[in-house]
């Protein structure tokens, strides 16, 4: 409701390059599939709730011939509330765009998580042009001089001041769903002050936390001639004026599945019987995208650790690791790909029996509905990414629980750690903690895991994405009636 009081009357248009649904041939039918993405697990309700144009990379769509017809598509397909208008990209154009100086630059850059960034100049050149064909789409697909465009992510850093050159009354809301380094962190990037020049095109600029806020303002001030309010949070730079502010990033709630779920006791026996395990088997649960941010490795050697410290769990609990294939292309995910199914299998090896293995790993896509179901078996669930700008997979465990059980280990490295404060919070660098709090998790009495699921629920269910939109769209629509006013009285 918020969110149409405050749109009334504005088009309102998203811009990312990921796409909220995959369309691909199969035979005879088209398939629809919802990618792995943070991002869209979150702009999604929002988009439904307020309608508009989702502008994306047509990246998934595998045969472009078969989805050339779908390059403006109602979804969701079952019920069409918005409009996705896609951009097709070359090979080319999307190897320099998204995979080089977006996924081997600038997604390394700000995770710091040891792997070497490579900026190549080729690869600038297309982050340059697909940036600007993007504003071009939002250029055609503006009704009026004064939409507001609310842009996502490090894909299209450059967008913002795209479009504060083409449509100088539009409302730029740009959020950074990853994190923001230090400014001698970021300083190795070659094309530093034009990535800042075009993040500042927006009148919003949103990160996940007041810290990655500092850190950003602090990259601007060492590396850019501007004026830095500190007070207000904002940057004042070629007479244009940008707040930067944290709103942490949420989930829907009531959960999309809260009606037709099946019961937690359903779930859970139907997952322990799909694997051979009885029912008192313990269960955990890893769900992320096969990315070398996510502590993959690092949770599987604390599970390893877990059984070395406390025998009496071999053959009492499993392990399942849901990883979704991503960025498949390159090196560094091939790569990573292999030690994880190296380490699992030398676990598996070292401690399986007849009849038990404690990692199940399951390296496909699954359905956001099917996940659900894996959360409402796992007995506890594991996120423990080296460093993450929010991570919606806490979240998204929490809400599935509406039992009020089950236990969260989670990465002190996550933006959702400083909201989640009764997880369990590890580094998940120190191996024999992260065991520990494994451990602690699966014997954690029902009484607190009751009062710690509650309190955690009850942080989503308040802050849930709503209110993450909701609190970007007032502070957008209060600067624009100061703009309106400002422009009256001359
Ligand atoms: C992260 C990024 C998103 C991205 C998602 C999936 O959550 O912040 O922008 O969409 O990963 O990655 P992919 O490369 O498959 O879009």
Request: aromatic content about 10%; hydrophobic content about 40%; charged content about 25%.
């Amino acid at each position: 409701k918020l969110l149409h009081k405050e749109l009334s009357g504005d088009q309102v248009l998203v811009v990312s390059n990921r796409e909220p649904y995959i369309h691909s041939q199969e035979g005879e039918t088209i398939r629809v599939q919802r990618p792995a993405s943070g991002l869209v697990t979150a702009v999604e309700p929002v988009m439904k709730a307020c309608s508009g144009t989702w502008i994306a990379h047509g990246s998934g769509s595998a045969d472009r011939q078969t989805v050339d017809a779908h390059d403006r598509v109602g979804v969701p397909p079952e019920k069409p509330a918005y409009t996705l208008r896609r951009i097709w990209l070359s090979r080319e154009e999307e190897s320099g765009y998204y995979y080089g100086f977006a996924n081997e630059g600038l997604w390394p850059l700000c995770h710091i998580a040891h792997v070497r960034p490579v900026f190549r100049s080729n690869d600038w050149q297309q982050y340059v042009a697909i940036n600007r064909r993007f504003a071009d789409a939002v250029v055609r697909e503006a009704k009026t001089d004064d939409p507001v465009v609310l842009v996502q992510d490090y894909h299209l850093a450059l967008l913002p001041g795209y479009i504060r050159a083409a449509l100088p009354k539009a409302t730029v809301i740009t959020f950074w769903h990853i994190p923001w380094p230090n400014p001698e962190s970021f300083g190795i990037c070659p094309w530093r002050e034009e990535v800042l020049q075009g993040m500042l095109g927006s009148t919003i600029l949103g990160f996940h936390t007041p810290f990655h806020c500092k850190n950003f303002i602090e990259t601007v001030d060492r590396y850019l001639e501007t004026r830095i309010e500190h007070e207000s949070s904002t940057i004042s730079h070629n007479g244009k004026l940008t707040m930067v502010e944290s709103y942490p990033i949420s989930i829907q709630w009531p959960s999309p599945w809260q009606e037709s779920q099946a019961s937690v006791e359903e779930c859970a026996r139907e997952i322990r019987s799909s694997l051979g395990i009885g029912p008192d088997c313990l269960v955990g649960i890893g769900v992320d995208r096969l990315d070398y941010t996510k502590g993959i490795l690092e949770r599987f050697w604390a599970v390893e650790r877990m059984l070395e410290l406390h025998p009496e769990l071999v053959g009492r609990f499993t392990f399942i690791q849901i990883a979704a294939p991503t960025r498949t292309a390159l090196d560094d995910y091939q790569n990573f790909d292999a030690q994880v199914r190296a380490l699992a299998a030398r676990i598996n090896k070292r401690f399986a029996t007849a009849s038990w293995q404690p990692l199940v790993l399951r390296i496909e896509h699954h359905e956001p509905e099917e996940v659900n179901r894996y959360y409402r078996a796992a007995d506890v669930c594991m996120v423990t990414s080296l460093h993450d700008g929010m991570n919606l997979v806490a979240k998204e465990y929490v809400a599935a629980r509406d039992d009020e059980r089950g236990a969260l280990v989670l990465s002190q490295f996550t933006g959702a750690a400083h909201e989640l404060h009764e997880a369990l919070l590890v580094n998940p660098y120190h191996i024999e903690q992260t065991a520990e709090a494994l451990h602690e998790a699966l014997v954690m009495p029902e009484y607190e895991q009751r009062e710690r699921m509650r309190s955690m629920r009850a942080l989503v269910r308040d802050f849930n994405v709503y209110r993450w939109a909701g609190r970007m769209l007032l502070d957008a629509a209060r600067i624009r009636q100061r703009e309106k006013l400002a422009a009256r009285i001359g």
